[in-house]
């Protein structure tokens, strides 16, 4: 599903302000203060625009919420739909899926970084973290299988051994900020995640 919106044919709020700005606007905004501490009110005196030109583009706030945390979403499920494609084993589909997840992150960074600040306050939100939950079982059904081929340790339990790799993914929404001149984040995540941090050709 591409949840990415489109103006209606001919309707435009202020020059310069099509559905995509006010998405992008209101998304920053939810981040800043929160998707419960910002009205429309607020967005519209940010964007500089009147309330019913925001809504020529979007019938509600919550629309707003929805777009948004599905343009995250949509991006991880993607990248699911691609596993299948993978050459492999199960551990090998395992790191496309972390390293792609990375690339959605900071594709898609302000989505991503209001989607794992939802908290099931709302429909829309409850409807987010189902899928979450939906994209948390794809991981750990791979950890499952990889553990079973014997290419990672079994004694954690594989739905803990996705929370802890995908914990260290989202933590990237903490501290990583476009144009930092940063290494590849997705080879640094997997080199930890699937290598760890030790070095072990000290012949221990």
Request: net charge positive.
């Amino acid at each position: 599903m591409n949840d990415r919106p489109q103006s209606r044919p001919g309707r435009r709020g202020r020059p310069g302000y099509d559905l995509e700005s006010v998405l992008r606007v209101a998304v920053k905004l939810f981040n800043e203060r929160g998707y419960d501490g910002t009205s429309m009110e607020d967005l519209a005196r940010k964007l500089g625009i009147t309330k019913s030109a925001i809504y020529h583009h979007v019938p509600s706030k919550d629309e707003l919420l929805r777009l948004a945390v599905n343009r995250a979403l949509d991006g991880l499920f993607e990248l699911a739909a691609k596993l299948e494609t993978v050459e492999g084993r199960a551990v090998d589909r395992l790191e496309f899926l972390v390293r792609g997840s990375v690339a959605v992150l900071v594709d898609r960074l302000p989505f991503v970084t209001l989607l794992l600040r939802v908290r099931g306050n709302t429909k829309v939100e409850r409807a987010a973290l189902a899928r979450r939950r939906e994209f948390d079982r794809i991981v750990a059904d791979l950890v499952a299988e990889a553990e079973k081929e014997g290419d990672i340790r079994p004694d954690v339990d594989p739905a803990v051994t996705a929370r802890l790799v995908f914990g260290m993914v989202n933590s990237l929404i903490e501290w990583y900020r476009p144009g930092r001149g940063d290494t590849d984040l997705a080879d640094a995540v997997a080199k930890i995640a699937f290598d760890g941090i030790r070095v072990h050709d000290h012949g221990r």
